[in-house]
């Protein structure tokens, strides 16, 4: 199993969350607002240098799938969350040891 993280910009919650839902197998996935910070190498090529102190909205998802579904939700969430600007977000993808669905109480391995 692979837990999937990505920080997007609001407007493309409503394509992922379209796209993500079409894929048989998908079972769901947490969202948040959160604020990020960060410099990127395009700013350095414009000149732009701001401080990590200014913080942006955005949303991050959140989801765990099995291992035969990874990589295809990973180049969803790049294609669909790419518009080729500054703050566009990131998706990385981690390892999951294991997995609980706790109404159930139900372990589940890929």
């Known amino acids: 199993m692979k837990e999937i993280k990505a920080v997007i910009q609001h407007s493309k919650l409503p394509k992922i969350r379209s796209a993500l839902r079409n894929i048989k197998g998908f079972q769901g996935m947490v969202v948040s ?16 240098l701001e401080d990590f ?12 799938v099995p291992d035969h579904l990874a990589e ?14 500054i703050g566009d ?5 981690t390892p999951v ?9 139900i372990t589940v391995l890929d």
Not at 54 to 64: A, D, E, Q, R
Request: charged share 20%; aromatic share 8%; net charge negative.
């Open 89 to 93: 977000g990131m998706v990385w993808v």
């Open 33 to 48: 607002e959160v604020e990020d910070s960060g410099e990127n190498l395009a700013m350095y090529k414009l000149g732009i």
């Open 72 to 85: 295809g939700i990973l180049h969803l969430l790049v294609e669909v969350g790419y518009s080729g600007r």
């Open 97 to 105: 040891e294991r997995f609980v669905h706790l109404s159930e109480k």
């Open 53 to 64: 102190v200014n913080y942006s909205p955005k949303v991050l998802i959140t989801t765990v």
